[in-house]
């Protein structure tokens, strides 16, 4: 018996030459797709950095060394200048700080930190980002202000 025409499809030489080229122009357009798309693709994640925001406190400070802005905190103390976030770590409670008992407390769960945002207590696992804090100076190397960097 004679098979019909065209059913001797797997084995010639012809058509392995064709799956290969097939296969290799499958390749290729992959390749050239991927190269086309990476860019594009990388683009759509695109960010642009949100400039800081400077906030200027005037100098001098209230005599408990303390100035408390609407996203920070401001200590002055005679090692230095600190500003921390208000924004509790835990769930994003406004903390406030507790003059008496001189560490900065969350009203929400009592989270507890220092006045350098280090966590005491509570159930916040994070300490609290701090700020860079410049000062203004005139002439005479008086303070005027201080500002900053959120």
């Known amino acids: 018996m004679d098979a019909p025409a065209g059913a001797n499809r797997g084995g010639g030489p012809e058509n392995g030459r064709r799956d ?3 296969r290799w122009m499958q390749w290729t357009a992959a390749a050239a797709a991927a190269v086309f798309l990476y860019p594009l693709l990388r683009f759509t994640g695109h960010r642009i950095p949100p400039k800081p925001r400077l906030v200027e406190v005037p100098a001098p400070l209230p005599l408990s060394g303390v100035h408390t802005g609407h996203d920070f905190l ?3 103390t005679p090692e230095g200048v600190t500003a921390v976030s208000r924004i509790c770590t835990h769930l994003g ?3 406030n700080y507790q003059q008496d008992k001189q560490y900065i407390e969350c009203p929400c769960h009592h989270s507890r930190f220092t006045p350098d945002g280090q966590r005491i207590a509570g159930p916040a696992e994070k ?9 203004k100076e005139d002439g005479e190397g008086r303070v005027t202000a201080y500002v900053v960097h959120l």
Do not use: D, G, H, K
């Open 20 to 22: 290969l080229l097939v």
């Open 74 to 76: 401001l200590f002055a």
């Open 93 to 95: 409670c406004r903390i």
């Open 127 to 135: 300490n609290l980002p701090r700020y860079e804090v410049t000062r």
